[in-house]
């Protein structure tokens, strides 16, 4: 009866595990829309966007203030160009505000950040955001690293020959 009880007890707990697993993956997916409001489109073209995807989060201020609604490759600059989604009742960011493409933590997923400029005039539907930063890739960086080290490596090693040389002297 005892081994019955716990049987039960952890099928429960399994289930309470899938149910957790359930609402945090429609958590961080953020399957609710922008708002309960309208929004306006606005584009950002970038060198690299990473693994920035659609439905990623645009941020102002670390406040989600819309979301990516799409991105393609510009035939003529061969950049990505990002097309956003933004709330209507952020109706008043500067047309000189900059976005960059950032990481949430160390690993996480990646959204657009917005950094508000300081123009009196405000962005409008359709309208383009000129200042970016691309994403950082952290494996670009650890392979410049990496080579970085190999060829320090290689210059301070003392040649093949210096070293014959040297034990035939003697």
């Given amino acids: 009866m005892q081994s019955r009880a716990l049987e039960v007890l952890v099928g429960l707990f399994v ?3 899938v149910a957790a697993i359930f609402v945090l993956t429609f958590r961080v997916a953020s399957v609710n829309g922008v708002t309960n409001g309208g929004s306006y489109s606005v584009t950002a073209a970038f060198n690299n966007i990473g693994s920035l995807a659609p439905g990623a989060s645009v941020k102002l201020a670390g406040v989600r203030i819309g979301s990516v609604t799409g991105i393609h490759i510009d035939p003529k600059t061969f950049q990505a160009v990002v097309t956003m989604a933004i709330s209507d009742k952020n ?3 500067p047309t000189d505000s900059s976005a960059k493409i950032l990481t949430s933590g160390l690993l996480g997923a990646q959204y657009v950040g ?3 400029g300081g123009s ?3 962005l409008k539907n359709g309208d383009h955001i000129k200042f970016t930063q ?3 890739v ?3 960086v650890l392979g410049h690293f990496l080579v970085n080290m190999a060829s320090k490596r290689s210059a301070s090693a003392p040649s093949s020959s210096a070293k014959s040389g040297a034990s035939g002297s003697h």
């Fill in 120 to 122: 009196e005039k405000s």
């Fill in 91 to 93: 109706n008043d960011i």
């Fill in 134 to 136: 691309s994403a950082f």
């Fill in 138 to 140: 952290l494996e670009n």
């Fill in 15 to 17: 289930c309470l595990g």
């Fill in 114 to 116: 917005i950094d508000p």
